[in-house]
Antibody
Framework: EVQLVESGGGLVQPGGSLRLSCAAS????????MNWVRQAPGKGLEWVSYISSSGSTIYYADSVKGRFTISRDNAKNSLYLQMNSLRAEDTAVYYC???????????WGQGTLVTVSS | SYVLTQPPSVSVAPGKTARITCGGNNIGSKSVHWYQQKPGQAPVLVIY???DRPSGIPERFSGSNSGNTATLTISRVEAGDEADYYCQVWDSSSVRVFGGGTKLTVL
């Protein structure tokens, strides 16, 4: 069964850091492009970051550029999101999602909640 | 940056047809994907590449895309279709863009 499981969320103070992980199973992780998508409480979906299958190509939303870093370890079937200089507006459920042929996000994790508050 | 515009809400009676639009500049030149999200759950892909349905998605769900508007059509709407729906494209500036979402209410 194809599965994505996020972890690492929690409560952090403004200006703090957090590292999210996404464990992949049931498919050849190294063959797929991956994304992070977030959803603030009561709000819509917001794409955060993309990484190619090899990790050589990376993109970020303007809202997180310079503060967040996406990475992957294909040997460990894992995707990561290092989040620094966190702000209250970064409070959201963070999902990792696998991209398919046309860029659609078919497989999603269950999400992990990040709360930035003092 | 590229903007996708969706109506905040659409209401439809059971058994009728719901149409949810997604507006964007020359969106017809892009591939549009649609997601359904129910409360407390992760999004589910219901339409990809404008009009293709993933395995397991009922034929009642269909999509079209032309000009400046993409449309998700749900025929013979059921109570279980009540959810938030989001359109999404891959912009030429190499970012993914989501529409603001549409809450579908089944009356």
């Amino acid at each position: 069964e194809v599965q994505l499981v996020e972890s690492g969320g929690g409560l952090v103070q403004p200006g703090g850091s957090l590292r999210l992980s996404c464990a992949a199973s049931g498919f050849t992780f190294s063959s797929y492009e991956m994304n992070w998508v977030r959803q603030a409480p009561g709000k819509g979906l917001e794409w955060v970051s993309y990484i190619s299958s090899s990790g050589s190509t990376i993109y970020y939303a303007d809202s997180v550029k310079g503060r967040f870093t996406i990475s992957r370890d294909n040997a460990k079937n894992s995707l990561y999101l290092q989040m620094n200089s966190l702000r209250a507006e970064d409070t959201a459920v963070y999902y990792c999602a696998r991209a398919e042929r046309f860029g659609e996000l078919f497989t999603w994790g269950q999400g992990t909640l990040v709360t930035v508050s003092s | 940056s590229y903007v996708l515009t969706q109506p905040p809400s659409v209401s439809v009676a059971p058994g009728k047809t719901a149409r949810i639009t997604c507006g964007g500049n020359n969106i017809g030149s892009k591939s549009v994907h649609w997601y359904q999200q129910k409360p407390g759950q992760a999004p589910v892909l219901v339409i990809y590449y404008d009009s293709d349905r993933p395995s397991g998605i009922p034929e009642r769900f269909s999509g079209s895309n032309s000009g400046n508007t993409a449309t998700l059509t749900i025929s013979r709407v059921e109570a279980g279709d009540e959810a938030d729906y989001y359109c999404q494209v891959w912009d030429s500036s190499s970012v993914r863009v989501f529409g603001g979402g549409t809450k579908l209410t089944v009356l």
